[in-house]
């Protein structure tokens, strides 16, 4: 069992930037893959990054490609999403997630709560 629970959601302007962290508890963190999604108001949740076990490969949404960075310090079992030039259009609940193996990124197994993020124009 792997617990997330996520910070540093809130508001910004556009243009603006934030930066998400998601602290994990449980299991080892070291040997998930971690991401986030994230879920806008009456639309599916999508996939916004992932990050591999080591920190040395990395997957991007095409549309924060650029402009995100994910990262992950495995001494501190934290993962980071670093969010620059931000658009009202990535305004969005964000969570965090965990797989154990690449095959199911897409569908972690782990899910944190959520944190809020509202870019406003």
């Known amino acids: 069992q792997v617990q997330l629970v996520e910070s540093g959601g809130g508001l910004v302007q556009a243009g603006g930037s934030l930066r998400l962290s998601c602290a994990a508890s449980?299991?080892?963190?070291?040997?998930?893959?971690m991401g986030w999604f994230r879920q806008a108001p009456g639309k599916e949740r999508e996939f916004v990054a992932a990050?591999?076990?080591?920190?040395?490969?990395?997957q991007y949404a095409d549309s924060v490609e650029g402009r995100f960075t994910i990262s992950r310090d495995n001494a501190k079992n934290t993962v980071y999403l670093q969010m620059n030039s931000l658009k009202p259009e990535d305004t969005a609940v964000y969570y965090c997630?965990?797989?154990?193996?690449?095959?199911?990124?897409?569908?972690?197994?782990?899910w944190g709560q959520g944190t809020q993020v509202t870019v406003s124009s």
């Open positions: 997630t965990g797989s154990p193996t690449i095959a199911t990124m897409f569908s972690p197994r782990y």
């Open positions: 449980g299991r080892t963190f070291s040997a998930y893959v």
């Open positions: 990050i591999m076990w080591s920190g040395d490969s990395t």
